[in-house]
């Protein structure tokens, strides 16, 4: 399944990049894993997923389903979709960041590039 369906979304999204499927563990999933894209010379997550543990379905009441769970990083389509280099800066209140994404509030047509605001790594 992964290959299949995830590839054509990965291409829909990202399209031609490198990615990999890495093994990891979340608290409500197991088996577990996570959907990487090559992004600035750095492997991004950007889907988390797994088989839900049975007892969290088996504390809803449902005792007859197995259940998958998945989660885009919005975060981290954010960063690639405008090329943000640092996830810290969707979280910043500085106005030279966020003045950058006011014509897309008002025209989601309109297109939006990140701009550098200084040299500096973020601390």
């Not at 890495?22 to 577990?32: G, K």
């Not at 839900?52 to 809803?60: S, T």
Request: net charge negative; with cysteine.
């Amino acid at each position: 399944m992964r290959s299949s369906l995830w590839s054509g979304i990965v291409k829909a999204l990202f399209g031609d990049v490198e990615y990999r499927w890495v093994t990891t563990t979340f608290p409500f999933t197991h088996p577990s894993t996570e959907l990487e894209i090559w992004f600035n010379n750095n492997w991004l997550e950007v889907v988390g997923c797994g088989v839900m543990r049975q007892g969290i379905l088996l504390d809803g009441g449902v005792t007859d389903r197995i259940g998958w769970a998945f989660g885009f990083g919005l975060d981290r389509l954010a960063m690639a979709l405008f090329d943000i280099p640092d996830v810290r800066l969707l979280w910043s209140s500085d106005p030279r960041f966020i003045s950058q994404f006011t014509a897309a509030a008002d025209d989601v047509n309109a297109q939006v590039q990140f701009k550098v605001m200084c040299d500096s790594t973020i601390v």
